[in-house]
């Protein structure tokens, strides 16, 4: 079974990549360079790059960048099918090393108020993805967590 296990220290998110690269900016060609002036080069560095928009981590990777690279996904988890998880997922792993789901992807309600696994975990271990769920806020928790804790 894949496992990959990481401290990340640092993990800049990289926003709205295209709407910045139809003017000629280009987050991550000023973003690259500051993370290595602070020692963030390779994948075995504390650091993580992450974006929601594929073709920027797509464009890094192409570039030569050699940090870990995380695909952000959010949004409703049903709209995939488990095979459209797997195609999803083995896509993915083209060109990142992890997928960064939210919460909401990772389990599901019961009928009887619970959660369980949604499968999500598992499959992205399988497309040999590391998976690094963003972050939890107090303010935005899934509709079945009641709580932080």
């Known amino acids: 079974m894949f496992r990959d296990v990481f401290e990340v220290s640092s993990g ?5 990549t295209s709407y910045k690269t139809a003017f000629g900016y280009s987050m991550g060609d000023k973003l ?3 993370l290595a002036e602070f020692g963030h080069r390779s994948k075995s560095d504390s650091c993580c790059v992450q974006c929601f928009e594929a073709d920027e981590l797509k464009r890094l990777k192409a570039a030569g960048c050699s940090l870990r690279l995380i695909q952000l996904t959010g949004g ?15 896509d ?5 090393d992890g997928i960064g789901p939210s919460l909401d992807w990772l389990v599901k309600s019961t009928p009887d ?17 590391a998976v690094h769920p963003y972050t939890v806020r107090l303010d935005q928790l899934p509709r079945w967590s009641k709580s932080i804790d």
Do not use: I
């Not at 800049?12 to 709205?16: A, G, I, L, R, T």
């Not at 409703?76 to 083995?90: E, M, Y």
């Not at 993915?92 to 990142?96: D, E, F, H, L």
């Open 76 to 90: 409703d988890p049903s709209k995939f099918s488990q095979d459209g998880w797997t195609k999803f997922l083995r």
């Open 113 to 129: 108020g619970g959660v369980e696994t949604s499968g999500f975990v598992q499959a992205a271990h399988d497309a040999q993805l």
């Open 92 to 96: 993915t792993n083209s060109y990142a």
């Open 12 to 16: 800049p998110v990289s926003h709205e």
């Open 32 to 34: 690259l360079p500051v």
